[in-house]
C-alpha cells in the first residue's frame, strides 16, 4: 500500500487554510491544518510530514522562524512559504535557508497546483497528483 503524502498547511486565514486544503485533498494527499506557527509545532512534534506550506506573517512564530524549526525537526520536509507582504530580501533569505518555494499571495490555483506537483515528486512517493 502506498502512503499518502502529509502536507501541514500552516495560515491565520482560515479561508486561505480552507482553499489548499481542498486543492490537496483533491489531490490525494492527507493534510492537517494550522492556524498559528505555535499550533503548526505541536503537530510537527507529533508527526512527520512531507510538505509544509506557511503563510509569512502570522501570530506566534512567523514563517522565517517555523522554517527554522521544521528544518531542524525534520530537514528533509519541504517548505513552501506563501505571503502578501514579503520584500524580495525575506524571500531570497527564505530560500537559502531551506525553503523549497516562495508564493505571492494572491496566488493563482494554477501556480500553487504547480508548486505542490513538483513538490510531490520531489517527495519520491506515489501519488496520483
Known amino acids: ?51 509544509v506550506i506557511t503563510d509569512y506573517y502570522m501570530p506566534v512564530l512567523n514563517g522565517k522562524e517555523l522554517l527554522k524549526k521544521v528544518k531542524e525537526l525534520s530537514p528533509r520536509t519541504l517548505v513552501i512559504v506563501i505571503s502578501a507582504f514579503c520584500t524580495v530580501e525575506d524571500r531570497l533569505d527564505m530560500l ?25 515528486k520531489l517527495c519520491g512517493h506515489q501519488s496520483k497528483v
Open 1 to 51: 500500500m502506498v502512503r499518502k503524502i502529509k502536507v501541514l498547511v500552516v495560515d491565520d486565514e482560515v479561508s486561505i487554510l480552507k482553499s489548499i486544503k481542498l486543492l490537496l485533498e483533491d489531490k490525494g494527499l492527507w493534510v492537517e491544518l494550522a492556524e498559528d506557527g505555535g499550533e503548526a509545532m505541536v503537530k510537527l512534534k507529533k508527526d512527520e510530514f512531507d510538505i
Open 96 to 120: 537559502f535557508n531551506g525553503a523549497f518555494n516562495c508564493l505571492n499571495k494572491p496566488f493563482k490555483i494554477s501556480e500553487m497546483d504547480s508548486v505542490i506537483r513538483t513538490a510531490v
